[in-house]
């Protein structure tokens, strides 16, 4: 019932940026906590950053200087800024939805920062 679709991954060189961006569909509410987390080959999938539906933010220590969460409630869309990237940003980017006690997550989007 519910969909999430990513866009936005890609190949980038170190200092550069990209924008996610995570549209969610069907049976969607208002209130709902969105975010992105990652998961790098041979590691565990990690929060990124989380945004509640009143705009409250959460960010890994890891990418709070440089990564800016948003939302866009009347869209169910939720965005992902992400700057001055590092090759340890390289991974598989995932939207999720918190809703009614259930995580929703997209398909990912491969993040891919050389060096």
């Known amino acids: 019932q519910v969909q999430l679709v990513e866009s936005g991954g890609g190949l980038v060189q170190a200092g550069g940026s990209l924008r996610l961006s995570c549209t969610a569909s069907g049976g969607i509410f208002n209130i709902n906590t969105m975010g992105w987390y990652r998961q790098a080959p041979g590691k565990q999938r990690e929060l990124v950053a989380a945004?509640?539906?009143?705009?409250?933010?959460n960010y890994a220590d890891s990418v709070k200087d440089r990564f800016t969460i948003s939302r866009d409630n009347g869209k169910n869309t939720v965005y992902l800024q992400m700057n001055s990237l590092k090759p340890e940003d390289t991974a598989v980017y995932y939207c999720?939805?918190?809703?009614?006690?259930?995580?929703?997550w997209g398909q990912g989007t491969q993040v891919t920062v050389s060096s």
């Open positions: 945004i509640t539906s009143g705009g409250g933010t």
């Open positions: 999720n939805l918190f809703q009614s006690f259930i995580n929703y």
